[in-house]
């Protein structure tokens, strides 16, 4: 099935290939059918009533119940959690950019003693994920005073994505000729000026792939959050949703529709990076 | 692939560091220190809100700790012989070695074979490729509550679906021993991981010049020889950021499992981050709880440290 060779070949369609090719389709219209399926239920799910939720004859909703989506958000605060997601996700992601550019910048731009040792930093902290750390985040943030806040994820969030942010922004950096900024330079720029006039950018696909990114992660991040946040009013989305799911009894039907309002919103994003992102993170990660 | 160097620093900023520190105050100081200045706020951020909780939990792992988190000093690793002497612990291992390596190698697999899919040129790719995207985008909480539901026993719709096309007649039990639970939990794991891989190798995929193949066409090779010659040596190193990434992730994976069954029944679908999630919010052992996470660093650091001596001595026939 590889196209390339086949393509020089230009034979007639052979009935071998026919078959390769239905075979292909059938292959992938299955995978995607089967990658679907959870979110068609979830769908579903959020379209029925508690009764025939638990009568659980039917995938499709016999009586389509959009009320679903409206009752949550009188149901449980999920104005709040939204408004907090989204602040989490754009403070993290600011305050990720705004420690990471000039990092990135340092690294591809700079010769300094303790570079690499820098760059091996940066690539073994991804090897401590925030739940294995939580007992010590959980102290220093006592120290600080920002369990049971906003801020405080912000921060964290922020520190945990920098590896990414300084791994994918480098790679963006060095890909691109330093010859501009040079000549800038000349012109009478300095460092600053050259960097965000000229590389910046020239940057910008990279830094928002970047910054789609971090916000994503951030977005979807559910246990630190589970962990410092205890007040309800100050719950991100992830962690939110689980009042419908409570000790008794589950609210399916409020919990998916509250889960489709978390999801929309990444998945666009993220299908408008997920090129980009891919060959960032090929081109950061394996060279240099 | 191009192999690229770092850029060379703009002519005149570049400075051999003398022996001795210049004058402080002087143009030479000032870029003798200027990377310094420019890595500053991320070097304390990760300090702060990484550096000192790794250094917290190891100080927590070798001290006596109260309820309240209260260190009452070093008590000669008695947290990690306790650790180790409890008979679940052997079991939450045992558990997190299964989850990691059935995921990471399902899906590596699976991912593969996905990614040589979708490099064809066929109607409907684009679609095909965002649909794909979709797990890798979503939150793990809600995929695993998705799952969860799904499987349900008494009102799951893949009973509803299986008996509606007449395949059952009465709802199967899908989850009726921790075992097939565990299994479930993997099978949510691999269905979130395969899209990163699927995407990583997609990416070295599309760098492929398709010269070779022409050339191994002309030579007579079938397609099997191209994807073993070709193929699979060109997106080697695609395959070893992903594979490496998801081994740290799905190592430290919390949430499927947090959701699906909180490790429950009796630790038999605990991992290390859920087992111990659960000695230090709601046991209050600290110490312990610290304890297993220095474990799982050393666990994860030597299969770091192999793909490190792996790389090293590979690494010049590679590149």
Request: proline fraction near 4%.
């Amino acid at each position: 099935m590889s196209q390339p060779a086949n393509a020089i070949q230009k034979k007639p369609i052979s009935l071998k290939k026919t078959i390769l090719r239905l075979l292909l389709y059938f292959v992938v219209l299955d995978v995607c059918i089967i990658t679907l399926y959870p979110y068609f239920a979830m769908l579903c799910t959020a379209l029925k009533s508690r009764e025939e939720i638990f009568s659980g004859n039917s995938v499709l909703p016999v009586t389509v119940l959009w009320s679903n989506f409206i009752d949550i958000w009188s149901r449980a605060p999920m104005a709040k959690y939204m408004l907090n997601s989204i602040i989490i996700a754009g403070g993290s992601t600011i305050i990720a950019m705004l420690c990471g550019i000039p990092a990135a910048y340092a690294l591809a731009r700079m010769k300094f003693k303790g570079q690499t040792a820098f760059l091996g930093f940066v690539i073994v902290s991804q090897m401590f994920a925030p739940v294995v750390l939580l007992i010590g985040i959980y102290q220093v943030m006592q120290v600080l005073h920002l369990t049971d806040s906003i801020l405080g994820l912000i921060f964290i969030n922020a520190a945990f994505n920098q590896a990414f942010t300084i791994w994918l922004l480098r790679g963006t950096f060095i890909g691109i000729s330093a010859d501009m900024e040079q000549a800038a330079t000349i012109d009478g720029c300095n460092r600053i000026q050259s960097m965000m006039k000229v590389l910046l950018p020239v940057a910008a696909p990279g830094i928002v792939t970047t910054l789609i990114f971090i916000f994503i992660n951030a977005w979807n991040e559910y246990t630190v959050a589970l962990c410092l946040i205890s007040t309800d009013t100050l719950k991100p989305l992830t962690v939110g949703i689980n009042t419908f799911n409570g000790y008794n009894i589950i609210e399916w039907q409020y919990l998916f529709a509250a889960s489709i309002f978390a999801i929309i919103p990444v998945v666009i994003l993220f299908m408008c990076i997920e090129k980009n992102l891919v060959s960032g993170l090929a081109s950061g990660g394996v060279k240099g | 692939m191009s192999t690229k160097t770092p850029a060379a620093p703009a002519g005149q900023q570049v400075q051999q560091s003398s022996p001795r520190l210049p004058n402080p105050g002087s143009k030479k100081f000032f870029r003798t220190i200027e990377p310094y200045i420019w890595i500053a706020p991320s070097i304390i951020l990760m300090a702060v809100f990484i550096v000192t909780p790794i250094a917290k939990v190891f100080q927590l792992s070798m001290n006596k700790v109260t309820r309240a988190g209260k260190l009452k000093g070093f008590n000669n690793f008695e947290n990690f012989t306790s650790v180790i002497k409890d008979p679940a612990f052997s079991l939450v291992l045992k558990n997190t070695i299964l989850w990691t390596v059935a995921v990471v190698v399902i899906s590596t697999l699976l991912g593969f074979i996905l990614a040589l899919l979708l490099n064809n040129k066929f109607r409907g790719r684009k679609i095909a490729r965002a649909i794909v995207v979709f797990p890798w985008a979503t939150t793990l909480v809600i995929q695993a509550s998705a799952w969860k539901f799904v499987i349900n026993t008494d009102y799951g719709t893949l009973n509803a679906l299986l008996k509606k096309l007449g395949i059952i007649s009465a709802s199967v039990n899908w989850t009726s021993t921790p075992t097939i639970w565990f299994i479930w939990e993997i099978a949510c794991g691999i269905f979130v991981t395969v899209p990163f891989v699927c995407f990583c190798v997609l990416s070295g995929l599309q760098s492929i010049d398709t010269s070779y193949y022409e050339a191994a066409t002309v030579d007579g090779a079938d397609y099997f020889q191209k994807l073993f010659k070709i193929t699979l040596p060109l997106v080697k190193s695609s395959l070893t950021v992903s594979t490496v990434l998801n081994i740290i992730y799905v190592f430290n994976s919390f949430p499927i499992i947090w959701t699906m069954t909180k490790g429950d029944p009796a630790n038999s679908t605990d991992t290390l981050v859920t087992y111990l999630y659960k000695l230090a919010f709601y046991n209050g052992k600290q110490g312990e709880a610290s304890a297993v996470s220095v474990i799982g660093f050393i666990i994860l650091l030597m299969c770091a440290s192999i793909y490190m001596i792996y790389t090293l001595r590979k690494g010049d026939e590679d590149l």
